[in-house]
């Protein structure tokens, strides 16, 4: 047999979009103000670690609750020593918040795009699973998973929206796209076509960015 070593393998910060980084440990909350064992809290730290290592110290500190205070200690300890960016640090204002500071607001109903989305089919790891009897592939036995981020232009200009303003900014759009498709083509001369071209690419462009 062959010599085989085992290795931790320290999995921390997964960038779920281009403005969001997440531990993705749901176990964590359960562990810390149900069991009182703080042991999680060294990943949390770790993570923040990593960043004023990448990015330079936070300018402002600040917390509300105990776990923010045990956080705040170990990073503390953790980057003592730790060489940092000669740069300016990019991060100016860090906030620790405790879950348990608020267990309101995540019962409330959430009205944005993503927020209505993650209600009703619960995205985990930036993932959402459609059932199967929507209908999205031939298959209705199969649910379909779909990831969600920057990358849909669609989801990315009405992702942050509320959502009655999410319904009026896609209809509009749509309505500028149809008027565009409905365009006789063949009765423009050149200069129209010229400018017809540069407003179809303008509507488009602005669309998907």
């Known amino acids: 047999m062959g010599h ?16 969001i980084l997440s531990l993705e440990q749901p176990e ?25 290592a990448q990015f330079g110290h936070p300018t402002n500190i600040y917390g509300q609750g105990s776990a923010a205070k045990i956080v705040d200690k170990l990073v503390q300890t953790m980057s003592k020593g730790q060489e940092l960016p000669k740069t300016k640090p990019l991060i100016g204002n860090f906030i620790l918040i405790d879950r348990n500071v608020d267990f309101i607001t995540p019962l409330c109903t959430q009205q944005t795009y993503t927020g209505i989305l993650d209600d ?32 849909d232009k669609i989801f990315k200009f009405v992702r942050d929206e509320h959502i009655q303003v999410t319904t009026q900014k896609l209809r509009t759009k749509l309505t500028e796209i149809n ?15 010229k400018s017809f ?11 998907l960015n």
């Not at 810390?32 to 770790?46: C, G, I, N, P, Q």
């Not at 089919?121 to 298959?139: A, M, Q, R, V």
């Not at 071209?197 to 669309?207: A, E, I």
């Open 179 to 193: 008027s565009t498709n409905e365009t006789e083509l063949e009765k423009l001369d050149a200069k129209n076509m």
């Open 120 to 151: 009703w089919f619960n995205s985990e790891c930036g993932k959402i699973t459609f059932p199967g009897e929507l209908g999205i592939t031939d298959d209705v036995t199969k649910p379909y998973k779909y990831i969600l981020n920057s990358d």
């Open 4 to 19: 085989v070593e085992v290795q931790s393998l320290d999995i921390d910060l997964v960038l779920l979009d281009h403005d």
């Open 28 to 52: 964590i909350i359960r562990s810390v103000f149900l069991h009182r064992d703080y042991t999680s809290l060294h990943s949390v730290a770790r993570s923040i670690n990593k960043l004023i």
């Open 197 to 207: 071209v540069k407003v179809l690419f303008l509507k488009y462009k602005t669309c």
